[in-house]
């Protein structure tokens, strides 16, 4: 199978796609704006102690000072001779860890909201894919969204064994095996150990260097993280369309990852990168509900906040002759279809998927089966966990990032995410109604209706009579007027 990385930057937003024989399967969007401070650095200085907080306000250049507590310092011991790091414990004094004007390494655990700075640490980490290296800790720890012991077992066993491998570079410090790691092989995870030793050395310089407040170290953008995270043997190529991204991620490949090389490439073409393939409109399809398959069957997506719903339908025009046939064609392109669309959309958690009804139990078990086939090359965990009495199908994928839909959209502000809008019927009514009780309550001359075109489309087709019949009733005339602006919804009964 060939697999291809496709890179469009931009100053604002870079996005990556992940291409496997011509089709898209993945999508990664990164914008400057919504970036974040979390994980990043920074040398700072300490600029108020308040020892009634057990806590401290450290300048890292942002506009508002961080907040750091006691709790989340790592106090220094000496051991043999070499310094060691621990947790202060929380009822310690926080004026033994702080003083004013002190320099201090710090690291962003959350972001800044409105009138409050950063949160901080001093518990340091960097992290590569599987793994997370903390230079002042002693201790391999795993997720604990990992739950099989046998599974935390083999894991902690492979970092240990990694570790022990770089010895040369392993100036001590700690790991926590992420997530992400589950299931994970030893080959797999071996890239990681020599990238986080490799960058924690040369912040050593950075920190050296850098004059309190400066930053040392941010997360790396995403064309740069597409290298680290994405990066498999079967990746023939990654192509971006920025000469000077495509530098330095040759020089940042070279010195991490010299194994991947020679497959980083700069797209020079006039055409633009997400043109090839279709990506661009794969990713305008992939925010729609419905997806079409191929036999003339279509899916239909939709997501709300307690999980993800997946309908399959048959095409329109379905013979009766081989009706079991159809159904069963059309389950099996949808299976493969639906754990597509997972990924594109990056649809996580609880996932209910409506098959069309099948009565042969040997159609069923290669639906599942060829669901759970196509599932095994989602990066992301899935499982099925059931399959209900009416047939549905009840699976869970981990929630890594935020959805594609998420990220590129908006609730709807017309319909205000209901996806559907009263009928110009409905709001025909509705204008009916109000009239009738505002002529009771007041005495004006006349009525001026604003209202959508739709609306008064209708009126003029199927409900003049209606109009004519409730000015008889009202005794004051009725005028409609087109307000370019209006949603369907929306109108303003004016009283003249
Ligand atoms: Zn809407």
Known sequence: MSEEILVNFGPTETRAALVENGVLQEVYVERARNKGFVGNIYKGKVVRVL???QAGFVDIGQERAGFIHVGDIAAMREDDGELRMGTASSDADIRQYLREGQEILVQVTKDPISSKGARLTTHLSVSARYLVYMPNSEHIGISNRIEDEDERARLKAIVEKLAAEH??????????????????????????????????????????AAKAPDIIYEDLPLYMRTIRDLMRPNIERVRIDSRESFARMEK???????EIGGRIEHYPGERPLFDLYGVEDEIQK??????????????????????????????????????????????????????????????????????????????????????????????SKTSITGVSELGL???????????????????????????????????????FREILREARTYENER????????????????????????????????????????????YDIILV
């Open 51 to 53: 020892p009634g907080m």
């Open 167 to 208: 010895s040369e570079q392993y100036k001590g410090g700690g790991f926590i095996v992420r997530t992400v790691a589950e299931g994970a092989t030893e080959e797999e995870m071996r890239a990681d150990i020599p990238f986080v030793f490799r960058l924690w050395h040369d912040l050593a310089d950075t920190i050296k």
């Open 252 to 258: 940042f490949a070279e010195h991490y990852a010299p």
């Open 286 to 379: 992939a925010l729609d509900k419905k997806v079409v398959l191929k036999s003339g069957g279509y899916l239909i997506v939709e997501q709300t906040e307690a999980m993800n719903t997946i309908d399959v339908n048959t095409g329109a025009f379905v013979g009766h002759r081989n009706l079991e046939e159809t159904i069963f064609k059309t389950n099996l392109e949808a299976a493969a279809a639906i754990a597509r669309q997972l990924r594109l959309r990056n649809l996580g958690g609880i996932i209910i998927i409506d098959f069309i009804d099948m009565k042969d139990a040997e159609h069923q078990r290669q639906v599942l089966r060829t669901l759970e086939k196509c599932l095994e090359k989602d990066r």
């Open 393 to 431: 199908v009840e699976m869970t994928r981990k929630r890594t990032r935020e959805s594609l839909g998420q990220v590129l959209c908006d609730t709807c502000p017309v319909c205000d995410g209901r996806g559907k809008l009263k009928s110009a019927v409905t709001i025909c009514y509705e204008i």
């Open 447 to 490: 009525f001026l209706v604003l209202v959508s075109q739709a609306v008064i489309d209708h009126i003029l087709d199927q409900e003049s009579d209606s109009v004519a019949d409730l000015e008889a009733f009202i005794g004051r005339p009725i005028q409609f007027q087109v307000e370019t602006l209006y949603n369907q919804e929306q």
